[in-house]
T-cell receptor, first 115, second 110 residues
Framework: DGGITQSPKYLFRKEGQNVTLSCEQNLNHDAMYWYRQDPGQGLRLIYYSQIVNDFQKGDIAEGYSVSREKKESFPLTVTSAQKNPTAFYLC??????????????FGDGTRLSIL | AQSVTQLGSHVSVSEGALVLLRCNYSSSVPPYLFWYVQYPNQGLQLLLKYTTGATLVKGINGFEAEFKKSETSFHLTKPSAHMSDAAEYFCAVSVNDMRFGAGTRLTVKP
């Protein structure tokens, strides 16, 4: 079955540590997205990528980094510069353009907490 | 830029009662509109979408939504709530990019 796989499901970060969240899709979608979800705030866009080797900042990119070396993969690194990383992180993929009538397909998320 | 507002962060209904979750959008051009559902510790699943054409859109699990341009609304309804409908629901609008509402948590009482 086609879908999006996020790993790990739970992740703990120590002070000063960078951690990387994995996102893989086999839907053959060009665009991929990372969102942060906090209670009562909906989803906020961190980064998105419309094509391999290209990505753009979303609304809350500070303290995060991404790469898009393969169409299927869009890992997110939460750096030590992100002072409040505790949140639920969702990866999504969708159609060819950011402004699209195609829905986004979501993974099951990674919950990141600080030790 | 487009935006979406969901009225009511929590909605509680009895099993078998009508479900009405409200969504209003702001956009200077005709938008694409979506409703998603999220169960605890899971990602979002698409319920339905409006792109063009018929303004009454039917989705999965008995949900439907009506696009009302004059009211800039896209409210989600279901005639009879089931216990399994308890979840968080997100409205989203797509113009330049996709914007999500803050979500409405639906509780279904037995």
């Amino acid at each position: 079955d086609g879908g999006i796989t996020q790993s790990p499901k739970y992740l703990f970060r120590k002070e000063g540590q960078n951690v990387t969240l994995s996102c893989e899709q086999n839907l053959n979608h060009d665009a991929m997205y990372w969102y942060r979800q906090d209670p009562g705030q909906g989803l906020r866009l961190i980064y998105y990528s419309q094509i391999v080797n290209d990505f753009q900042k979303g609304d809350i990119a500070e303290g995060y980094s991404v790469s898009r070396e393969k169409k299927e993969s869009f890992p997110l690194t939460v750096t030590s510069a992100q002072k409040n990383p505790t949140a639920f992180y969702l990866c999504a993929s969708g159609g060819a353009a950011v402004s699209s009538n195609q829905p986004q397909h979501f993974g099951d998320g990674t919950r990141l907490s600080i030790l | 830029a487009q935006s979406v507002t969901q009225l009511g962060s929590h909605v509680s209904v009895s099993e078998g009662a009508l479900v009405l979750l409200r969504c209003n959008y702001s956009s200077s051009v005709p938008p694409y509109l979506f409703w998603y559902v999220q169960y605890p510790n899971q990602g979002l699943q698409l319920l339905l979408k409006y792109t063009t054409g018929a303004t009454l859109v039917k989705g999965i699990n008995g949900f439907e939504a009506e696009f009302k341009k004059s009211e800039t609304s896209f409210h989600l309804t279901k005639p009879s709530a089931h216990m399994s409908d308890a979840a968080e629901y997100f409205c989203a609008v797509s113009v330049n990019d996709m914007r999500f509402g803050a979500g409405t948590r639906l509780t279904v009482k037995p």
